[in-house]
C-alpha cells in the first residue's frame, strides 16, 4: 500500500466517506465525486479534488478488496457523465478485478460490481 493512500486510512474523512459510500449501496444509488470532494473538504472541481478523491477511493477500494468484498467506491461517479472515471477501472486493474478494457467490458464490469456491491450491504 502507498504512502500517498495511506494518508487518508483512519482519518475522519475516511470513515465519513466509506459511511456514506455504503448508505448509497444500502439505498441502491450512488453519490457524484462532487459529494466525495466535500465529504474530503476538498474544492467540488479541478485536478487537485480529482487527484484526491482518486486516492482516498482507491484506498478504500484496496480495502475493501482486501477483506473479500466489491469495490464499494463502483457506487461514486460523475455527475456528468453518470459513470465513474477512469481512475476507477484503473483501481480495478491494479487490484486484479477487471480483466476486459474495451469500452463495453468497463461498462459491464461496472454494472456487474455496482450490482455485487448492493447485494453486500443490502438492509
Known sequence: ???TKDKYRG???YH???CALINAAQNKGTITYKDVAEIMGLPST????GAETGRMLGAISEDEVYNGRPLLS???MSSVSGSPGEGFFGWAKELGRLKDESKEGKRRFWEE???AVYETWAK
Open 113 to 115: 460490481e455496482k450490482a
Open 74 to 76: 463502483s457506487v461514486a
Open 1 to 3: 500500500m502507498s504512502e
Open 11 to 13: 482519518s475522519k474523512s
Open 46 to 49: 479541478g485536478s487537485y479534488m
Open 16 to 18: 465519513l466517506l466509506y
